[in-house]
């Protein structure tokens, strides 16, 4: 699977950060959507590995907003 | 990638015309999200005609109201016990941390959520990295761990960097000592004052400190860590090479880390922070090179948005090519320089006790001192330093005159009195020191006090 992606500095990304950035998306998604259905250990693992990974796209210029919503 | 000297190669080393467009970006964010989640940061925008999509240059920051500390007081006054500044509720909230009441004031109180804390520990990073500090290190933590905020976020970010973290809370000084040499450690992190303390305390007991596996100190919560003469004794005791750094509750963390070259100054960590220098005074921007009051916009915790925080912090901002280091982020020259309320006017020369400090460092056989101001006869102002000269050996006579006489040619012919006291009779510190000690009276009055120190 080949990525082009930009972030909003409009710099290229490479392919190892666009694979971390669609972690990102997908793990986000997940727990946005499903959050309630998972066991506790499943939502809270989660949680925090996407308030590390929130570090990864914070430091990759790709605006990735607040989590309180989702609980991060 | 994993030899980088940078913790983020991209940013720290982009352009200052990026630097600026990021910074405006996310200036914009952080406007829309207090605008948006916080009643009192929108009362203050729309009172001075801020929004969002009116933030197109740096120049716009100017236009936001500045934030001082009696603001942040007073939304806790208004809405306690966490003020009218958070933009979320507090059951979003995993860490609660507080200043460290060293001023006897009510402290400042902050949340943060999960990743704001992530963030934290991420600033630390930036420092600990950028200081040379690696995967394979073994990191000790000289710090007690309290809800004072300190340390927690250079051990969280020792943990990610992926050193073995060894948490010095609830501990004497021998016993950090002794853990450091026995387990040993390679980094050590601490207060300046508190290196000093353990050097001290290594001597007493025997052990080389110096001769030890220890091989960087990284310093934090004073302005010492940036003071030549101290930090130049500091490492010659631990034997090891210092890098400054220094953060504020109010932030969570750091905001600044001195990198390897120690440039003899500390790296602003421009991707997460906006650091303006303005006149204390006019509140207007003064140029590179001159000294002035750091006010500070933050975009990394969402739960406290700090906009334009006025630090009263006194820093002089450089060019960040001015190190060799490649980084682009400015430079703080000299770290933090003092306090624009640490100023004392002894009988109209102004002294500053990091001034003092510089020059009593100089003269390494003095372990311990102490800033004394007092009124003598009820009427005049008088300044004396006193000291702690250990070694029995030394020439305390010669010592103290030649400290005299330097602190007066520093000073516009100022009179010092320098005295040599009993040794322990001064304080010991672990966390910020103070080492200035204000009895001055009213004159006129029977004693009543000018000043709480």
Same mark, same amino acid.
């Given at each position: 699977?080949?990525? +082009? ?10 392919e190892?950060e666009?694979? $971390?950035?669609? /972690?990102?998306?997908? =793990?986000?998604r ?6 309630? +259905? ?12 996407l308030?590390a $990974?929130?570090? /990864?796209m914070?430091? =990759?210029?790709?605006?990735p ?8 | ?5 940078y913790?983020?190669?991209?940013h720290e ?23 948006s ?7 203050r ?12 240059s740096?120049d ?41 009441g060293?001023?006897g ?5 902050v949340?943060d959520?999960?990743?704001?804390w992530e963030?934290?520990?991420?600033m630390w ?5 950028g ?18 905020i300190?340390?927690w ?6 943990e ?11 501990m004497?000084?021998?016993q950090?000592?002794k853990?450091?040499v ?11 004052t ?15 400190l ?21 930090k130049?004794l500091?490492q ?6 210092a ?6 509750t109010e932030l ?30 006019s ?10 009051e ?8 969402g739960?406290?948005p700090?906009?334009r ?7 002089v ?6 190190c ?8 703080y020259?000299?770290?933090i320089?003092?306090r ?41 102002d ?7 000269i ?9 010592i103290?005159?030649?400290?005299e ?6 000073h ?18 672990e ?8 009895d001055r ?5 029977e ?7």
């Open positions: 699977m080949t990525h +082009e992606m930009k972030n909003l500095m409009d710099a290229d990304l490479s190892s666009c694979m $971390l950035v669609d /972690v990102y998306r997908q =793990l986000a997940t727990l946005e959507m499903y959050g309630d +259905e998972l066991p506790p250990f499943a939502r809270r693992n989660g949680l925090k590995a308030a $990974l929130w570090q /990864v914070n430091g =990759l210029d790709m605006d907003g607040q989590l309180y919503d989702v609980g991060a | 990638m994993t030899d980088s000297p913790w983020n190669p991209r080393t982009m352009a200052r015309k990026d630097v600026e467009a990021l910074q405006v970006r996310k200036l914009r964010n952080l406007v829309e999200w207090a605008d989640q916080v009643p009192w940061q929108a009362k925008l729309r009172d001075a005609g801020v929004t969002a999509d009116q933030i197109r740096l716009d920051l100017q236009r936001i109201p500045i934030m001082t500390r009696d603001d942040w007081m007073q939304g806790q006054v208004e809405e306690p016990p966490f003020g009218s500044n958070v933009a979320v509720p507090r059951e979003s909230a995993i860490r609660y941390h507080m200043t460290s060293t001023t004031k009510t402290p400042i109180r949340l959520g999960m990743k704001d963030w934290i520990a991420e990073c930036y420092g600990l990295w200081f040379g500090v690696r995967p394979r290190d073994v990191l000790f933590v000289a710090f007690g761990y309290s809800t004072f300190g340390f976020g250079l051990h969280y970010a020792g990610k960097l992926g050193c073995l973290t060894l948490p010095g809370g609830a004497a000084t021998d950090r000592v853990q450091i026995d387990m040993g450690a390679t980094v050590v992190a601490s207060t300046p508190y290196a000093l303390r353990m050097a001290q305390e290594a001597r007493a007991l025997g052990i080389d110096a001769g030890s596996s220890v091989q960087r100190l990284i310093l934090s919560g004073e302005p010492a860590g940036s003071i030549p003469a101290t130049k500091i010659e005791e631990g034997g090891a090479r890098g400054d750094t220094a953060g504020m969570g963390t750091i905001m600044i880390f001195e990198c390897g070259e120690q440039p003899g100054g500390t790296h602003i960590i421009e991707d997460n922070y906006i650091e303006e220098v303005l006149d204390p005074e509140d207007r921007p003064v140029a590179h090179g001159e000294m002035g750091r006010v500070v916009t933050s975009f990394g915790r739960f406290i700090v906009m925080y006025r630090t009263r912090d006194l820093v901002k450089v060019p960040g090519m001015s060799r280091c490649g980084r682009t982020w400015d430079l020259e000299g770290g320089r003092g624009v309320d640490d100023m004392k006017l002894v009988r109209g020369t102004n002294v500053y006790p990091r001034a003092v400090e510089a020059i009593v460092r100089e003269h390494p056989e003095i372990d311990e001192f102490q800033i004394h101001l007092y009124t003598a006869e009820g009427r005049r008088e300044i004396e330093i006193l000291v702690e250990p070694d029995q050996e030394a020439d305390a006579g010669g103290t005159a030649r400290l006489k330097e602190l007066a040619d520093a516009e012919a100022l009179r010092f009195g320098v005295k040599q006291v009993d040794l322990g009779t001064l304080p010991r510190f966390l910020k020191a103070k080492r200035l000690v204000d009276i009213v004159i006129g009055t004693g009543e006090r000018r000043a709480q120190a």
